[in-house]
């Protein structure tokens, strides 16, 4: 929503007590800008100490559910929740780098844990799930492309890490094809100018969901 120059001067007309009952309850009915707002007022840790942590929760949640594989869409679920976490860092951060890298930490560890269970699941059985993991690799794909290339740089690694799990799995290899995904692409120079325009085509042709 945009604002028009009148109505924001008359808010800078209001006494401070206003202000501050206004942004209060502004601020508990939107929990992501009081996140960011907190962040950047009052917590002392760093972008990359938030990411780290993270990382780790990230890492810690799939090894517990490791032990309770039950289908390949409930692993999907899972990856869900995990997203939204993700999300929610990015938004109270800003952190475009560890968006697209905690994405890729997440695949990574999931295809490592869970490589056996998913070889013994069909085609059918494992297509959503596949799906769901080739359109998160295109939107990290995207997300890499528009970030400076230095950083475009760190993500080798775990391009590599990912790609190495992902050969592990039959079914979603045959899901890569399917989509339009050339493993090639992941590799931080071997990212086409126009990924974001492929994926858009593909999504319009129904694929990638």
Same mark, same amino acid.
Not at 6 to 18: C, M, R, S
Not at 68 to 77: A, Q, T
Not at 136 to 155: G, M, N, S, Y
């Given at each position: &929503? /945009?604002?028009?120059?009148? @109505?924001?001067?008359?808010?800078? +007309?209001?006494?401070?007590?206003?202000?501050?009952?206004?942004?209060?309850?502004? $601020?508990?009915?939107?929990?992501?800008?009081?996140?960011?707002?907190? %962040?950047? $007022?009052?917590?002392?840790?760093?972008?990359?100490?938030?990411?780290?942590?993270?990382?780790?929760?990230?890492?810690?949640?799939?090894?517990? *559910?490791?032990?309770?594989?039950?289908?390949?869409?409930?692993? &999907?679920?899972?990856? *869900?929740? =995990?997203?939204?976490?993700?999300?929610?860092?990015?938004?109270?951060?800003?952190?475009?780098? #560890?968006?697209?890298?905690?994405?890729?930490?997440?695949? =990574?560890?999931? $295809?490592?844990?869970?490589?056996?269970?998913?070889?013994?699941?069909?085609?059918?059985?494992? @297509?959503? %799930?596949?799906?769901?993991?080739?359109?998160?690799? @295109? *939107?990290?794909?995207?997300?890499?492309?528009?970030?400076?290339? !230095?950083?475009?740089? !760190?993500?080798?690694?775990?391009?590599?890490? $990912?790609?190495?799990?992902?050969?592990?799995?039959?079914?979603? &290899?045959?899901?890569?094809?399917?989509?339009?995904? !050339? &493993?090639?692409?992941? !590799?931080?120079?071997?990212?086409?100018?126009?990924?974001?325009?492929? +994926?858009?085509?593909?999504?319009? *042709? #129904?694929?990638? /969901?």
């Amino acid at each position: &929503m /945009k604002f028009d120059q009148d @109505f924001k001067d008359a808010l800078a +007309q209001l006494p401070n007590k206003e202000k501050d009952k206004l942004i209060l309850r502004l $601020l508990k009915k939107d929990i992501n800008l009081t996140n960011q707002l907190y %962040f950047e $007022l009052l917590d002392t840790r760093s972008v990359e100490e938030l990411r780290n942590s993270v990382k780790q929760k990230i890492q810690e949640s799939l090894k517990y *559910r490791s032990n309770h594989f039950y289908s390949p869409g409930v692993l &999907m679920m899972y990856l *869900r929740d =995990i997203s939204g976490v993700i999300s929610e860092h990015v938004s109270t951060t800003k952190d475009k780098f #560890g968006e697209p890298y905690l994405n890729c930490v997440m695949l =990574i560890h999931a $295809l490592h844990i869970n490589s056996a269970n998913l070889n013994q699941c069909s085609i059918g059985e494992s @297509f959503k %799930f596949n799906t769901y993991v080739v359109a998160r690799i @295109f *939107r990290i794909l995207t997300q890499v492309k528009a970030l400076h290339e !230095d950083l475009q740089l !760190d993500f080798q690694e775990v391009f590599e890490q $990912l790609v190495s799990e992902m050969i592990e799995i039959q079914t979603l &290899m045959d899901a890569t094809i399917y989509h339009g995904l !050339d &493993m090639n692409w992941i !590799d931080y120079q071997g990212i086409p100018e126009n990924i974001a325009f492929i +994926q858009k085509e593909l999504r319009s *042709r #129904g694929y990638l /969901k």
